[in-house]
C-alpha cells in the first residue's frame, strides 16, 4: 500500500505544477487562451509520437480510423472533458492563486457524484456528507482570501474551477459510457482504447475545434517565448508523466481500498502548490481559515479513503 501511495503523490506532484506555471505564465502577461491551448498541442504532439513508436505507421492509421468513424464524438467529449475544462482552469490562474484552485478543484468530487447520478449510478448517503465535508473546505479555503483579494476577482477565479470540475469529469464519463455502451452515446469500443494514452490522444484531438474557436473569439497577443516553454513542461509534467506515473498506480492497485488511496493521494496537489508557490512566487501563507480549510478538505479525502476500505 505504502508503495503505491509513494508513487501516487509523485503523480500529484507532477499535477501540480499545472497550477503554478499557470499562475507564473499569468503574472509575467501571458494570456490564458494560450496557457491552455498549447498544453493540448504539445499533448498531441507527445501523444502522437509514442502511439507511432509503439504502434507503428500501421497501428497508427488505425487508430486514426478509429478516431474519424466517431468524430462528432470525440469533438463533444473532447471539448467538454479538455476544453471547457482546462480554459476555465486557465482563465482562474487569472486572478487568484494556484494554490486556491488546486483546493477548489477538489470539489470535483462532489462534481463527479452528481455527474454519475445523471448516468444512472448510486451511492450510500455517507458518500454524499464526506462530499459536503470536502466541499466545506474548500468554502472556507476561498471566504480565507476574502480579505486579501476582491470579491469580484475571487468569484473569477473559483468559480470558474467549479465549473470546470463538471467540465472534466463529464466528458471522461461520456467516454467511458460510449466505451461500455449507453443508449444514448455511440458505441465506440476498439482495441486500442485499452490503453489511457490513446482515450488522451482522442479527447485531445477532439478539443482541437474547441480551441480554434476560443483562439478566433478572444484574438489573445502572440504568445512569448518564455509561454511557450512552460506549457510545454505543463504538457511534459501534467499531461505525460503525472498522468501516466497515476495510472500506472491505479493499475498496480488490486484491492478497493487500494485503489481509493491512490485516488486520493491527488490531494496532495494542494500542499504541493502552496508550497511551490510560497517559495518560488514569494505567495503569502493562507491565513488560519484557509489552514483549516486545507485540512477540513483533507479529513474528507480521509474519510473516503476509510469508508472505501471499509466496504473493500
Known amino acids: 500500500?505504502?508503495?503505491?501511495?509513494?508513487?501516487?503523490?509523485?503523480?500529484?506532484?507532477?499535477?501540480?505544477?499545472?497550477?503554478?506555471?499557470?499562475?507564473m505564465m499569468s503574472l509575467d502577461g501571458g494570456h490564458w487562451v494560450w496557457s491552455a491551448s498549447l498544453r493540448y498541442v504539445y499533448m498531441i504532439l507527445i501523444l502522437t509520437a509514442w502511439l507511432v513508436l509503439s504502434r507503428g505507421m500501421g497501428g497508427t492509421i488505425d487508430a486514426m480510423k478509429r478516431f474519424f468513424n466517431h468524430?462528432?464524438?470525440?469533438?463533444?467529449?473532447?471539448s467538454i472533458g479538455f476544453g471547457g475544462?482546462?480554459?476555465?482552469?486557465c482563465f482562474s490562474a487569472d486572478h487568484v492563486p494556484g494554490w486556491i484552485i488546486a483546493t477548489t478543484w477538489q470539489f470535483t468530487i462532489i462534481a463527479t457524484l452528481v455527474v454519475l447520478t445523471g448516468f444512472g449510478r448510486r451511492f450510500p448517503k455517507k458518500i454524499w456528507i464526506f462530499s459536503a465535508i470536502v466541499f466545506a473546505g474548500v468554502l472556507m479555503v476561498n471566504i480565507s482570501q476574502a480579505?486579501?483579494?476582491?470579491?469580484?476577482?475571487?468569484?473569477?477565479?473559483a468559480l470558474?474551477?467549479?465549473?470546470?470540475?463538471f467540465c472534466y469529469p463529464v466528458g471522461n464519463q461520456m467516454v467511458w459510457e460510449a466505451i461500455k455502451g449507453h443508449d444514448r452515446l455511440p458505441h465506440i469500443w476498439a482495441p486500442e482504447l485499452g490503453h489511457p494514452f490513446v482515450k488522451v490522444l482522442f479527447m485531445s484531438l477532439g478539443s482541437i475545434?474547441?480551441?480554434?474557436?476560443?483562439?478566433?473569439?478572444?484574438?489573445?497577443?502572440?504568445?512569448?517565448?518564455?509561454?511557450?516553454?512552460?506549457?510545454?513542461?505543463?504538457?511534459?509534467?501534467?499531461?505525460?508523466?503525472a498522468t501516466g506515473i497515476f495510472?500506472?498506480?491505479?493499475?498496480e492497485s488490486k484491492t478497493g481500498s487500494q485503489l481509493a488511496a491512490v485516488d486520493a493521494t491527488q490531494?496532495?496537489?494542494?500542499?504541493?502548490?502552496?508550497?511551490?508557490?510560497?517559495?518560488?512566487?514569494?505567495?503569502a501563507l493562507p491565513n488560519a481559515l484557509g489552514m483549516i480549510g486545507i485540512v477540513v478538505t483533507g479529513i474528507g479525502l480521509m474519510l473516503f479513503i476509510r469508508f472505501q476500505e471499509a466496504g473493500a
Open 1 to 23: 500500500m505504502m508503495r503505491l501511495v509513494l508513487i501516487g503523490l509523485l503523480a500529484g506532484f507532477f499535477f501540480s505544477s499545472t497550477f503554478v506555471l499557470n499562475r
Open 71 to 78: 468524430l462528432l464524438f470525440w469533438i463533444m467529449a473532447g
Open 85 to 89: 475544462f482546462y480554459a476555465l482552469v
Open 147 to 157: 480579505d486579501t483579494v476582491q470579491s469580484e476577482v475571487l468569484i473569477k477565479g
Open 160 to 165: 470558474p474551477v467549479l465549473l470546470a470540475a
Open 209 to 241: 475545434p474547441f480551441w480554434c474557436a476560443l483562439v478566433a473569439i478572444t484574438t489573445p497577443p502572440a504568445p512569448s517565448v518564455g509561454q511557450l516553454v512552460k506549457t510545454a513542461f505543463v504538457a511534459v509534467f501534467s499531461g505525460v508523466l
Open 247 to 251: 495510472f500506472f498506480a491505479r493499475n
Open 267 to 283: 490531494s496532495s496537489e494542494v500542499v504541493f502548490a502552496l508550497g511551490a508557490e510560497i517559495l518560488i512566487l514569494g505567495t
